[in-house]
């Protein structure tokens, strides 16, 4: 299928130093939605995805304070909470962006599930970490408490809770989404999918799901998705105009075209760094692998140039 998958990364979404009040969120969504309604309108399906870090971080924070008042839910409800928050956002900034871009197509959000394996090593060996920061005693009561693992952050000084981040097996939704999408969908909605990765579940022994303490990079997530509805793009968007060799050291260099063999020389050399530039790169070289056209890493500014071949990190299949 034609079509591209447009993520937004958390930063996409959030500018870092900010307080984070709705407000603020809604103005930094409208930066995006003129390029986002600008794409829509050159024809392709277009199907949004976003990051929830700063989201989760917040609701995180909320259940600690809040705790002895309104019992904390766990990780997989603030995923779900977030997939509801971020979707109304968008919902409520790309509509009047559709109308005066002359577009006629809704925006739907879809509560997006995506399965994880119980066997993932990941559970071993949590890495992610997520929520404030702690001092070394408050740490040890936690790590008793909650039977939380816990990590020393030596850059900033304090201990944070880390949770497991397996690698998504299957978008739960996909199937209904992928029907509809052939149904016509595609023509006139474009849907807002598995935010933040995708809810994290696994298979319970009778067939059902049930929730896990655990976050799914949303890159990953994302690429999982544009493979199950066979789109042809995968654009993620972030905060940086594009990957870049020497990131931040001398003979620093922007990457523009490249090709397949070679973003894969430059990611096995460790140019990218983990847990950030290098999920995007990884989940765009498995996106290419699966069978998708095109990859690219942009920033807002320079999303429709883009996807015109003329801005940002452009990655073809060799
Ligand atoms: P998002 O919230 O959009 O997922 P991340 O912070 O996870 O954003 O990833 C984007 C960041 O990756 C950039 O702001 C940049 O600081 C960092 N980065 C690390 N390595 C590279 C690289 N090789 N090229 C470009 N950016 C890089
Ligand atoms: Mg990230």
């Known amino acids: 299928m034609a079509g591209i998958l447009v993520a937004l990364g958390g930063n996409a979404l959030q500018r870092a130093g900010r307080s984070g009040t709705w407000t603020e969120a809604r103005a930094q969504m409208r930066r995006a939605v003129a390029t986002i309604a600008e794409i829509a309108r050159h024809g392709p399906e277009l199907v949004l995805s976003h990051g929830n870090g700063p989201q989760v971080g917040a609701l995180l924070l909320q259940n600690e304070l809040a705790g002895r008042e309104v019992p904390p839910r ?8 977030t997939q509801g928050q971020i979707g109304y956002l968008i919902q409520t900034e790309l509509t009047p962006a559709l109308r005066a871009a002359k577009v006629d197509r809704s925006v739907l959000t879809i509560v997006s599930r995506t399965e994880v394996s119980r066997k993932d090593p990941a559970f071993a060996n949590p890495t992610k970490p997520v929520g404030r920061y702690y001092s ?6 936690l790590r008793k408490q909650h039977d939380w693992a816990m990590q020393y952050d030596g850059a900033r000084g ?5 949770v497991p981040s397996p690698r998504p097996v299957r978008w739960l939704e996909g199937p209904a989404v992928r029907h ?11 849907p807002v999918v598995s935010g933040g990765g995708g809810i994290p579940v696994v298979r319970r022994p009778d067939g059902s799901y049930e929730g896990v303490e655990a976050v799914i990079d949303k890159d990953l997530g994302a690429s999982l998705v544009a493979r199950e509805l066979g789109l042809d793009t995968l654009a993620i968007v972030t905060d940086v ?23 894969t020389r430059l990611h096995a050399r460790g140019e990218f ?3 950030s530039m290098g ?8 996106f290419l692998k699966g069978g998708g056209r095109r990859f690219l890493i942009t920033d807002i500014p320079s999303l429709a140039r883009a996807v015109d ?3 940002g990190t452009r990655v073809t299949r060799s």
């Open 74 to 81: 766990p990780m997989d409800v603030l995923g779900a909470e």
């Open 136 to 141: 070394e005693a408050e740490a040890r009561v």
């Open 158 to 162: 304090g201990w944070r809770r880390v």
């Open 180 to 190: 509809l999408m052939a149904a016509g969908l595609g023509q006139s909605w474009i």
């Open 241 to 263: 105009a594009g990957a870049a060799v020497n990131f931040g050291k001398k003979g620093e260099r922007w990457l523009g075209e490249v090709t397949q063999d070679e973003l």
């Open 273 to 275: 760094a983990s847990g």
């Open 279 to 286: 999920p995007k790169v990884g989940a765009g070289l498995e």
């Open 309 to 311: 071949g003329e801005a």
